[in-house]
């Protein structure tokens, strides 16, 4: 019988066109230096180097359960792209590492975590910290009512309105003392977060 025959080999990934070693090196690159960087010293063109990621970070994941006895969590988003484009991430505060993101910033978006998280999972939470933001808390105060709902520190000095500690959807400004405590910059009217314009924000 003619024709091709494809057979597994220790040195390679299936469906890869390079060597496992190879591949393993250009994934580390990509996530230490620049792209030029990565294609120039292994002469590998960069669409090249996107699929060799996806393969070593399967092949990583194969096997491994990321959201597996997680008990406090911190939840946020990060802009990848012009034109209102977002990652929500999620990531473990035990370990500090990312164990879970997903295009878009939105209740369905939290609700698809929730989902693969599991509700045995999701009832072992303690703790989620994120921002003020009502797609966020809206779906924690539904799907994990247990937990206590940290804000954030940026969302804290601002002053923004916060779910309360008990996520049960109900929203409180911070008191007085908090917002008089917030820095005041040199110049200004002397209004808490108040900026002059002279000095570099921080």
Aim: one cysteine or more.
């Amino acid at each position: 019988m003619h024709g091709p025959t494809v057979i597994a080999v220790p040195w390679a990934r299936h469906g890869a066109r390079f060597t496992t070693a190879l591949e393993d090196t250009a994934a580390w690159l990509a996530a230490r230096t620049s792209a030029s960087a990565v294609t120039g010293l292994l002469r590998v063109v960069w669409r090249n180097v996107v699929a060799i990621v996806g393969r070593v970070v399967d092949a990583a994941a194969a096997g491994t359960d990321r959201l597996a006895g997680r008990r406090r969590i911190g939840i946020d988003e990060v802009a990848y792209r012009k034109g209102q484009r977002y990652l929500t991430l999620v990531v473990d505060h035990d370990t500090g590492r990312l164990v879970w993101a997903a295009d878009g910033r939105d209740k369905a978006t939290m609700n698809r975590f929730f989902d693969e998280l599991g509700a045995d999972r999701a009832a072992a939470l303690t703790h989620v910290s994120a921002a003020a933001a009502g797609w966020i808390g809206d779906v924690v105060a539904e799907r994990v009512p247990q937990a206590v709902y940290c804000l954030d520190p940026y969302t804290w000095w601002r002053g923004s309105a916060m779910p309360s500690t008990r996520c049960a959807g109900r929203y409180e400004t911070p008191p007085a003392a908090a917002r008089a405590a917030e820095p005041r910059c040199p110049g200004s009217s002397g209004a808490p977060g108040g900026h002059c314009g002279r000095t570099r924000r921080t």
